[in-house]
């Protein structure tokens, strides 16, 4: 794009190619422009009663309001939470309490550390995300915090190295979505307000702000990748009821995500039929006027371009009084809508360097960590069953890893006590549980391996000989194993440099060099390439960890001594090389001094295991991948049509929206079944996945659509059903701007990763 970039902005505010000087519409680039969608829908309440019922009281409340207690509940004031919006103290309106993070309350006492997105991600398991959200939604509302910031569908992870990838579940669009519907499910059946975010396509660190350089990076899409890709698993948020979503940092076709009106208005609002408010990301208000008009609702975590001005653009005429109305309205109906009217516990969040009363908020939810921290480890390489362990009575344990310790970057006065720790090689840092910046949790107390695996020695009276720190460690002849731990750690605010270290590769490759039964932990923020030992002969066993919380070390042990028989499945592709992701390895970057950076994601579509299946690259272990200490054969795949849902083209357009968009695309149209049956030893949960082959022409080879997880005992066996809906079977038609499925037969496949696929069939449409 050979375009001056103060051009490409004007563009993005004017909205069409003639307001900003092209006259050939040909010459308008390909990506760059946002087109304008006004005014802003107002919500109705139509969604369902719940929604109308809270609609009802909101618009009561709301026409009683002076148009300055309309403002202020649009906006945000320094409080104790980290947003705090305006209170209508003359309607007992209390200030509504934001607070970070998606894997528990950051920043607080007494509060769990659960574990993050991607190592929920890595469980497959459904009633675990529900349960996650349940309990972290409980300890929200015994906070009384009304809005919890999460879940998170974006970054989905389309930039391997990206920095906050691991704040999400996985970069496949059908797994995510799953998982952020049952996090929004959890989170709203405890009462707490849940944030879907960040909406849309904050794909990388690199100048998400505008900065002294210039505006921040712009993510140039196409709409068939919005739909199909980015703003998919945010359906499955919305259909679960989200009463928040949070506008993104960056550039959308150059308009700030913020004040995008396609995005806002035209699909959230309009497509998706979204009932609830928009917030800001913090600071991602970048315009007063603009942001009101294109759908933005409250501002954070102060004023921003609002307030007073916005007042006065009410009063000019720049924002209508039913555009305030609805931004006001759709807050408080959020309010009614999870019952927060009513008794609602008082604020439990305190200044972390100031006495306070103690709200211990903890229950029994280290129980739900422990058993999602070992479901989501990921067994990569197992030689000769070397895992689980057999009561060993000496085993030596490597590596910077494997214990907490004290750091003294953890700066309190930013994140209150959280966990913002650099875990770099460098710096020997201890145990990795979560990443870094505003995603990160504040645990009351870690378990770190060491401490997990010297209690089982102490039990079973055997030796553990330990170095954290060498690169090149004793290694004890009598031991039976050696466990390497090592980890990749990310943050937001920047993006990996590196899916490898070498400090860490040789660490292992010295350890292997010498001990003949060698384990390597990683406890990764994502992806961690293992090329440089995962085909050394002693290394017979290796684990991605993860980032599992403060429960770290025990749910860990449950795996590696057996208690627990691992099955996490990888929520990504691990390449043999990391340029192997080509141009989705790294962030954008522009040249320094470039004003309006520019990243076009021209792949559409194709990111993580479509990339790999399209350009026919082996990966290392591919997506949906992770071994088990049993065996598995999958038989009787089955096709059976559902009911007697339409089969046309198109959803019914006579059928009004509702929130999570058009309802037919949710209709169940076939059911597809097969057996697993545990074959092996000991009783295992399996993770069944079905693929749809091709669904147009240049669409991915294969694409998740289902999965199940059930516990299988030894010679027992189960029905795993994958219920297919219209959406699944459907790409979205940028001409008639709707989901359209295709007649024709699509292929079906079930398997047990997305390259081990033991069963097909067709679904006949
Ligand atoms: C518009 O631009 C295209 C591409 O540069 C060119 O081929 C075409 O002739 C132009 N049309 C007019 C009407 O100038
Ligand atoms: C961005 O531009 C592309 C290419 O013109 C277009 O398909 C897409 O709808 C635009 N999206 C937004 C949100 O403006
Ligand atoms: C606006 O909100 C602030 C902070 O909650 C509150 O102190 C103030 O009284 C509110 N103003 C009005 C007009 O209600
Ligand atoms: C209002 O607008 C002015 C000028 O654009 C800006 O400096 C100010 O920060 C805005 N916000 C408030 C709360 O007045
Ligand atoms: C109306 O007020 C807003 C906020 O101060 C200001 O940005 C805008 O320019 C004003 N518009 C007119 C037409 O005066
Ligand atoms: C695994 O076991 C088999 C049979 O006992 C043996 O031949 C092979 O060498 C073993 N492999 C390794 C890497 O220990
Ligand atoms: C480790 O952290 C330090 C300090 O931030 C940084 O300079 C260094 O580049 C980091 N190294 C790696 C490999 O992460
Ligand atoms: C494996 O470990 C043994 C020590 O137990 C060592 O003698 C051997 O050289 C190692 N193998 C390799 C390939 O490093
Ligand atoms: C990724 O960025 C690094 C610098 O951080 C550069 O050395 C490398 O060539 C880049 N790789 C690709 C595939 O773009
Ligand atoms: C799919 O099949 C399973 C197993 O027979 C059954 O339990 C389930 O109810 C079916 N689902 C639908 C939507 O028909
Ligand atoms: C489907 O499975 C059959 C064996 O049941 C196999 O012969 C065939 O190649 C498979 N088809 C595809 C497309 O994988
Ligand atoms: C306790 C500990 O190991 N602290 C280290 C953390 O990292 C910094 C930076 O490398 C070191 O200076 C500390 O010694």
Redesign the pocket.
């Given at each position: 794009m050979k375009l001056r970039a103060k051009t490409l902005v004007v563009a993005a505010v004017a909205g069409t190619a003639s307001c900003q000087g092209y006259t050939n519409e040909s010459e308008v680039p390909l990506y760059g422009l946002s087109p304008p969608v006004y005014p802003s829908p107002q919500g109705r309440g139509s969604t369902n009663s719940a929604w109308g019922t809270a609609y009802s009281k909101a618009q009561a409340i709301v026409a009683q309001m002076t148009i300055e207690e309309r403002v202020n509940v649009t906006r945000g004031f320094p409080g104790s939470c980290v947003g705090n919006s305006g209170a209508v103290p003359r309607l007992g309106i209390p200030p509504l309490c934001f607070a970070d993070a998606p894997d528990g309350i950051r920043g607080s006492d007494f509060v769990s550390a659960f574990p993050a997105g991607i190592h929920l991600g890595a469980t497959w398991d459904a009633k675990l995300m529900y349960d996650y959200g349940k309990a972290l939604g409980r300890e929200y509302r015994d906070k009384g915090i009304n809005v919890a910031l999460g879940p998170v569908a974006g970054p989905l992870g389309r930039v391997a190295r990206g920095g906050r990838n691991w704040e999400g579940l996985t970069n496949d669009p059908y797994l995510s979505g799953i998982g952020v519907g049952e996090i929004t499910r959890g989170l709203q059946d405890s009462g707490t307000i849940s944030t879907v975010k960040h909406w849309l396509f904050n794909e990388e660190e690199y100048r998400r702000n505008p900065g002294p350089e210039g505006e921040a990076l712009s993510s140039n899409v196409d709409d068939k990748t919005l739909h199909e890709l980015y703003a998919f698993p945010f359906m499955d948020s919305l259909k679960a009821g989200a009463a928040c979503v949070m506008c993104s940092y960056q550039r959308i076709n150059n308009s700030y995500g913020c004040q995008n009106s396609k995005t806002l208005n035209g699909v959230l609002k309009t497509e998706f039929g979204f009932e609830g408010f928009v917030v800001s990301d913090w600071a991602a208000q970048h315009a007063g006027v603009a942001t009101a008009n294109a759908g933005l609702d409250v501002v954070m975590p102060n004023a921003g371009f609002w307030g007073n001005n916005l007042t006065e653009a009410v009063n000019n005429g720049s924002v209508s009084t039913e555009r305030l109305n609805d931004m006001v309205t759709r807050t408080l109906a959020a309010w009614y809508l999870l019952g927060q009217d009513d008794g609602y516990p008082e604020v439990g969040v305190f200044p972390y360097n100031v006495q306070h009363p103690v709200v211990n908020v903890q229950d029994h939810h280290a129980q739900v960590i422990r058993q999602i921290g070992a479901a989501g480890h990921v067994l990569l390489k197992n030689v000769n069953g070397t895992l689980p362990l057999k009561k060993p009575s000496f085993l030596s344990i490597y590596g910077y890893d494997a214990d907490v310790k004290a750091n003294p970057w953890v700066n309190p006065s930013r994140y209150g006590g959280g966990y913002e720790v650099?875990f770099?090689?460098?710096?020997f840092n201890g145990t990795l549980i979560t990443g870094g910046g505003s995603g990160g949790s504040s645990p009351p107390y870690v378990i770190s391996p060491f401490m997990a695996i010297q209690n089982r020695i102490i039990a079973d009276r055997g030796t553990v000989r330990w170095d954290f720190v060498s690169q090149n460690p004793t290694i004890y002849a009598n031991a039976e194993a050696c466990l390497v731990f090592i980890n990749a750690?990310a943050s937001e605010s920047f993006d990996r440099?590196?899916l490898t270290?070498e400090?860490s590769d040789t660490l292992v490759n010295n350890v292997a060099a010498n001990c003949s039964n060698t384990i390597v932990i990683v406890h990764a923020t994502g992806i961690r390439v293992m090329d440089a030992w995962i085909e050394h002969p002693n290394v017979t066993a290796v684990m991605w960890a993860g980032l599992p919380g403060q429960e770290s070390g025990n749910g860990l042990v449950d795996v590696l001594y057996g208690d627990v028989t691992p099955s996490g499945k990888l929520p990504f592709t691990i390449a043999k090389r990391e340029e192997d992701y080509g141009s989705l390895l790294n962030s954008t970057v522009a040249p320094p001094g470039t004003a309006f950076p520019q990243s076009d994601f021209t792949e559409g579509v194709f990111i993580d295991y479509r990339a790999f299946d399209k350009d026919g690259i082996q990966p290392r272990f591919e997506f949906g991948f992770g071994l088990s200490y049993s065996n598995f054969s999958y038989s009787n795949l089955q096709v059976a049509r559902v009911g007697d849902a339409s089969m046309s083209p198109y959803p019914d357009p006579a059928i009004a929206i509702v929130q999570g968009g058009h309802p037919q695309l949710w209709d169940v149209l076939f059911n597809v079944t097969c057996t697993v049956a545990n074959t092996g030893r000991v009783a295992a949960a399996e993770v069944a996945q079905l693929y749809v082959g091709q669904l147009y022409d240049g669409a991915p080879v294969k694409q998740l659509r289902g999965f199940g997880k059930k516990t299988l005992a030894v010679n027992g066996s189960a029905v795993f059903a994958f219920p297919l809906t219209r959406r699944d079977l459907s790409q979205w038609d940028v001409v008639a701007q709707q989901w359209r499925m295709d007649e024709g037969s699509v292929d079906v496949f079930v398997g047990a990763s997305s390259r081990d696929l033991r069963l097909n069939g067709t679904v006949q449409v």
């Amino acid at each position: 794009m050979k375009l001056r970039a103060k051009t490409l902005v004007v563009a993005a505010v004017a909205g069409t190619a003639s307001c900003q000087g092209y006259t050939n519409e040909s010459e308008v680039p390909l990506y760059g422009l946002s087109p304008p969608v006004y005014p802003s829908p107002q919500g109705r309440g139509s969604t369902n009663s719940a929604w109308g019922t809270a609609y009802s009281k909101a618009q009561a409340i709301v026409a009683q309001m002076t148009i300055e207690e309309r403002v202020n509940v649009t906006r945000g004031f320094p409080g104790s939470c980290v947003g705090n919006s305006g209170a209508v103290p003359r309607l007992g309106i209390p200030p509504l309490c934001f607070a970070d993070a998606p894997d528990g309350i950051r920043g607080s006492d007494f509060v769990s550390a659960f574990p993050a997105g991607i190592h929920l991600g890595a469980t497959w398991d459904a009633k675990l995300m529900y349960d996650y959200g349940k309990a972290l939604g409980r300890e929200y509302r015994d906070k009384g915090i009304n809005v919890a910031l999460g879940p998170v569908a974006g970054p989905l992870g389309r930039v391997a190295r990206g920095g906050r990838n691991w704040e999400g579940l996985t970069n496949d669009p059908y797994l995510s979505g799953i998982g952020v519907g049952e996090i929004t499910r959890g989170l709203q059946d405890s009462g707490t307000i849940s944030t879907v975010k960040h909406w849309l396509f904050n794909e990388e660190e690199y100048r998400r702000n505008p900065g002294p350089e210039g505006e921040a990076l712009s993510s140039n899409v196409d709409d068939k990748t919005l739909h199909e890709l980015y703003a998919f698993p945010f359906m499955d948020s919305l259909k679960a009821g989200a009463a928040c979503v949070m506008c993104s940092y960056q550039r959308i076709n150059n308009s700030y995500g913020c004040q995008n009106s396609k995005t806002l208005n035209g699909v959230l609002k309009t497509e998706f039929g979204f009932e609830g408010f928009v917030v800001s990301d913090w600071a991602a208000q970048h315009a007063g006027v603009a942001t009101a008009n294109a759908g933005l609702d409250v501002v954070m975590p102060n004023a921003g371009f609002w307030g007073n001005n916005l007042t006065e653009a009410v009063n000019n005429g720049s924002v209508s009084t039913e555009r305030l109305n609805d931004m006001v309205t759709r807050t408080l109906a959020a309010w009614y809508l999870l019952g927060q009217d009513d008794g609602y516990p008082e604020v439990g969040v305190f200044p972390y360097n100031v006495q306070h009363p103690v709200v211990n908020v903890q229950d029994h939810h280290a129980q739900v960590i422990r058993q999602i921290g070992a479901a989501g480890h990921v067994l990569l390489k197992n030689v000769n069953g070397t895992l689980p362990l057999k009561k060993p009575s000496f085993l030596s344990i490597y590596g910077y890893d494997a214990d907490v310790k004290a750091n003294p970057w953890v700066n309190p006065s930013r994140y209150g006590g959280g966990y913002e720790v650099n875990f770099n090689w460098t710096t020997f840092n201890g145990t990795l549980i979560t990443g870094g910046g505003s995603g990160g949790s504040s645990p009351p107390y870690v378990i770190s391996p060491f401490m997990a695996i010297q209690n089982r020695i102490i039990a079973d009276r055997g030796t553990v000989r330990w170095d954290f720190v060498s690169q090149n460690p004793t290694i004890y002849a009598n031991a039976e194993a050696c466990l390497v731990f090592i980890n990749a750690y990310a943050s937001e605010s920047f993006d990996r440099w590196s899916l490898t270290d070498e400090w860490s590769d040789t660490l292992v490759n010295n350890v292997a060099a010498n001990c003949s039964n060698t384990i390597v932990i990683v406890h990764a923020t994502g992806i961690r390439v293992m090329d440089a030992w995962i085909e050394h002969p002693n290394v017979t066993a290796v684990m991605w960890a993860g980032l599992p919380g403060q429960e770290s070390g025990n749910g860990l042990v449950d795996v590696l001594y057996g208690d627990v028989t691992p099955s996490g499945k990888l929520p990504f592709t691990i390449a043999k090389r990391e340029e192997d992701y080509g141009s989705l390895l790294n962030s954008t970057v522009a040249p320094p001094g470039t004003a309006f950076p520019q990243s076009d994601f021209t792949e559409g579509v194709f990111i993580d295991y479509r990339a790999f299946d399209k350009d026919g690259i082996q990966p290392r272990f591919e997506f949906g991948f992770g071994l088990s200490y049993s065996n598995f054969s999958y038989s009787n795949l089955q096709v059976a049509r559902v009911g007697d849902a339409s089969m046309s083209p198109y959803p019914d357009p006579a059928i009004a929206i509702v929130q999570g968009g058009h309802p037919q695309l949710w209709d169940v149209l076939f059911n597809v079944t097969c057996t697993v049956a545990n074959t092996g030893r000991v009783a295992a949960a399996e993770v069944a996945q079905l693929y749809v082959g091709q669904l147009y022409d240049g669409a991915p080879v294969k694409q998740l659509r289902g999965f199940g997880k059930k516990t299988l005992a030894v010679n027992g066996s189960a029905v795993f059903a994958f219920p297919l809906t219209r959406r699944d079977l459907s790409q979205w038609d940028v001409v008639a701007q709707q989901w359209r499925m295709d007649e024709g037969s699509v292929d079906v496949f079930v398997g047990a990763s997305s390259r081990d696929l033991r069963l097909n069939g067709t679904v006949q449409v």
